[in-house]
């Protein structure tokens, strides 16, 4: 397989994870809460946790290859849109690594969660300027928001 082959595999990849992103993390969000519902209950629910968010991580990664209305779109746009994909990814690592508390876990979380929000105003002005813009979504926005203040508030909350 030549390095083109294995990139459109990468962007067929993305392409059908973008379709079906909405469905994929309403699914998350409620194993990440049968999860919690578990931990409540002193049952083991912190490894489905950290499977659905490990799952996530690499969804987000992957999303950031699909070929989404970027013919009409600026340079900015898709830079913003690509990055913030890749960071909502390491945002979710950083959290994952905030459970188990892992080496490094506050740096991950901060390198994920203050970027996310930062890169989130950022696109928030982006599409008022351009209400019409279809690479940067209100959703998405939405979306970069929540993660990067779940994942700050734990760090908030977790840090001794």
């Given at each position: 397989m030549?390095?083109f ?8 990849i ?16 409620l ?16 490894i ?16 950031a290859f699909?070929n989404?209305?970027f ?20 945002a979710?690592?950083g959290?994952v690594?905030?459970l ?11 390198v ?8 989130t ?8 300027r351009k209400?019409?813009?279809?690479v940067?979504?209100?959703l998405?926005i ?6 990067g ?5 734990y760090?908030l909350?977790?840090?001794?």
């Amino acid at each position: 397989m030549t390095e083109f082959e294995s990139g459109d595999d990468v962007v067929r990849i993305g392409d059908h994870l973008y379709k079906h992103l909405i469905k994929y993390e309403i699914i998350a969000l409620l194993l990440i809460g049968t999860g919690i519902v578990l931990r409540l209950f002193d049952k083991p629910g912190r490894i489905l946790i950290t499977v659905v968010l490990v799952l996530l991580a690499l969804l987000y990664f992957f999303i950031a290859f699909a070929n989404i209305s970027f013919e009409k779109a600026s340079n900015t746009e898709r830079f913003m849109y690509r990055l913030n994909s890749w960071i909502s990814s390491i945002a979710v690592v950083g959290l994952v690594f905030l459970l188990y508390r892992l080496p490094l876990a506050a740096t991950i979380a901060l390198v994920g969660s203050i970027p996310l929000l930062l890169i989130t105003l950022f696109m928030l002005i982006l599409k008022n300027r351009k209400p019409d813009n279809r690479v940067i979504t209100l959703l998405t926005i939405i979306r970069s928001f929540i993660i990067g203040l779940v994942v700050l508030i734990y760090y908030l909350l977790t840090i001794h």
